[in-house]
């Protein structure tokens, strides 16, 4: 591979190391509208949505790649040669230098971040759709961001007041992830929340309090769809005649929760949760059952279990 | 609250609390088979088990509590007169010299390693277990830890080759369910797994590659209980019968995962998952599906939704 003209970069004190170092703060990423995905498997997503984005005549999300001698040989197996204007080669020193990771694995990716409006999430009509109130911990802000992924979801919304999901050890957690869907930051919980409702888009929080058991549900959607597609008449006249023990029919009764509809899930702050005006907005309270002597889950936790039922229902589901 | 004849230990420097400090180590820990609590949640998690124990005529995990005069406060909210002779006041700098946290908040417990043995963790008929195999990170450890306690789950197994569950930062992220359950450590995946199956125990391996999909599994289990349990004749018959789309019928023909059934999961490696001779020991291998375009789960976010899965199983049926 070639990179035409250019040299090795080996001075890790030039001033376009000290830029690309400074991407680890956050005021500095805002202002450039730019961040840092480090390593071979953030840097190989974004090269993906670089090329998606280009293919279909828009702007893509790499400005430039920095790899190692090491990591150019990793970025060719990606065998794709559209990757190569955008690369340029680094000494380690340079790399270590420009990253926020002890070992970015030969390769760096300074993206522009690639944030929807609340205007076009909510025009694709998405069906599940993950909402970070407040959430803090980059950590868990990544990991949810990749739980969300793999529950399928069609957008994440980080609303303001929440950790910065661009901030180096979030993005590391998404995995890639954050490549994968729109991401909504910067607005109100209350408008994210009055845009999806207007557009049908059931509101359901994710509360240790809530009324709603998400296990009750999730057996609720199943035993419909059982139902439906097979021998029964109808669910009601079952669930007349099922006496046997099966639990929580009292609570299933005119329940108004349908986890097939579309449906966009608030996740709360670590320490508290959602506060008491982020529950208001919500159709719904669902509680993830706890089932043994822990008093709560960790808020990534929980997030994955709400997604993953919401995907499940919804993809079994005719509507 | 008096403490008797104790002094409040104000020299950071003093033996006793390098000798706390030193409980960072995994050498010293092992050695020693103590290890440190440290904050408020985990303290009071402790002394809950300390207490629980002791009532049962048995000895206690809790060998001494160092707390400040702001911990102190916090502890008498606990309103537990049992605790006073466990507690020894601090200065806050004694404190910080001994904890690994920033901010202990206030308190650190010394405690014993309440391990048990593998003999004894089968012979209670154990109906879900966590195993985890050679999971490196404390963070992921913790959070499974965690998440298995919220799923019900009758013990975990740490097995050799992963990290200290005794770690600070995995104590930490266990948010004081360590104390929950029994908690077997050091065993060979293979001796852990004879004798889960000796026991009648089904073996699930989460694997991202595994042939059976968890959703399916899931989907089954529900369809089961409400055909059993309500209008229809039996469940081969309506199975028969249903022929409108449901997924996965081909897949659900004879299938040998019954997720109702006593199991325990095990849970891979961060970077590689389950190895060849970990896969091999397992009855089936099971994929939590991805519905997006991310590649993989965290191996705490894949562990949670195959622990819940279980539960919400186990606990709906008659068996």
Redesign the interface.
Known sequence: MSFGNHEIMSNPRADRVRDIARLSNARERSKRGEFLAEGPQAVREALRRHHELEAAGKTGVVHTVYATSVGIERLEELADPNNIDLVRQVTPEVLAAMADTVTPQGMVAVCRMDVSSLEDMVARAPRLVAVLCRVQDP?NAG?IV????????DAMVITAGSVDIFNPKAVRST???LF??PVVTGASTEDVVAALKAAGVQILAADGYGSFDL?EL??ES??R???A?????SID???T??G????GDSETQGSVVVLEDPTAWLFGNEAQGLNDEELALADARVA?P?????????V??AA??CL?AS??AQ??S?R
Chains 1, 2 share one sequence.
């Open positions: 950590g990991t990749r739980a969300a992924d793999a529950a399928g979801a995995a890639g992830s994968h869907m296990d999730q057996e199943v035993r769809r059982t139902l597609s097979g021998a029964a008449p006249a079952v669930e005649q099922d046997s023990g099966s639990q993830v706890l089932y043994g002597i822990a008093e709560s889950l960790n990534g936790t994955t279990v993953y995907a499940r993809r079994r005719n």
